[in-house]
């Protein structure tokens, strides 16, 4: 049985990737060093690089939380499949209304 999820501070995790990018270190290096693998190191490198110019609050959010852009997007994404399903049903009733005046 697999044990406790271990959990990083965002102030870890951005540390590990300014030593990564600013080339201070190698990713294998400080993975053996913190005791983290290489691939979890790569993955807080590129969270970090696709949300660059974001607040370090962004950066890393944590606790299931999404970022405020991502929050945003979601709301939009669900407001558009509620129209999409409205204007489905018009289309269906209004057919359905055209055939039965002719």
Known sequence: ???????F????K???VRMITSGER????LARDLGV??????GWQKQAEGRAGLTKDDVFPGNGKLTSKDEEIRDLRRQLEEVT???DFLKK????FAKGSR
Do not use: N, S
């Open 9 to 12: 501070t965002r102030e870890f």
């Open 1 to 7: 049985m697999a044990g406790k999820r271990r959990q």
């Open 85 to 87: 399903q409205e204007r």
């Open 93 to 96: 009733a209004a057919a359905y």
């Open 14 to 16: 951005l540390e590990a």
């Open 37 to 42: 693998r290489a691939d979890i190191l790569r």
């Open 26 to 29: 190698k990713a294998e290096e």
